[in-house]
Nanobody, 120 residues
Framework: QGQLVESGGGLVQSGGSLRLSCAASAIIFRVGNMGWYRQAPTPGKERELVAEISSGGRPTYADSVKGRFTLSWDNAKNTVYLQMNNVKPEDTSVYYC????????????WGQGTQVTVSS
């Protein structure tokens, strides 16, 4: 409960920017691979892994967001950020902060989700 707390969602115009934040408990931040999934409102569309800190400590991105989104983190604050630039209407989704088990690759923890809506 409350182990991943997201903030920063909202309504933004196409081409604009938005930054999401996710504060984690210390143990979750250090043990898991922190990242962001998103769930679009399109029926039947699967949840998509948007960006993640790999086990090697580098950010990885879905092709759909490469060059536009940037993942960063603050170890002292146990917080991960997703900077979203040049957003598009197809980025409209509920964004979830997650912590994935580095061995099984399964998400162990989910945030409550934050809505991002991009208007055209």
């Amino acid at each position: 409960q409350g182990q991943l707390v997201e903030s920063g969602g909202g309504l933004v115009q196409s081409g604009g920017s938005l930054r999401l934040s996710c504060a984690a408990s210390a143990i979750i931040f250090r043990v898991g691979n922190m990242g962001w999934y998103r769930q679009a409102p399109t029926p039947g569309k699967e949840r998509e892994l948007v960006a993640e800190i790999s086990s090697g400590g580098r950010p990885t991105y879905a092709d759909s967001v490469k060059g536009r989104f940037t993942l960063s983190w603050d170890n002292a604050k146990n917080t991960v950020y997703l900077q979203m630039n040049n957003v598009k209407p197809e980025d409209t989704s509920v964004y979830y902060c997650t912590s994935r088990d580095p061995l099984s690759r399964r998400p162990n923890y989910w945030g409550q989700g934050t809505q991002v809506t991009v208007s055209s």
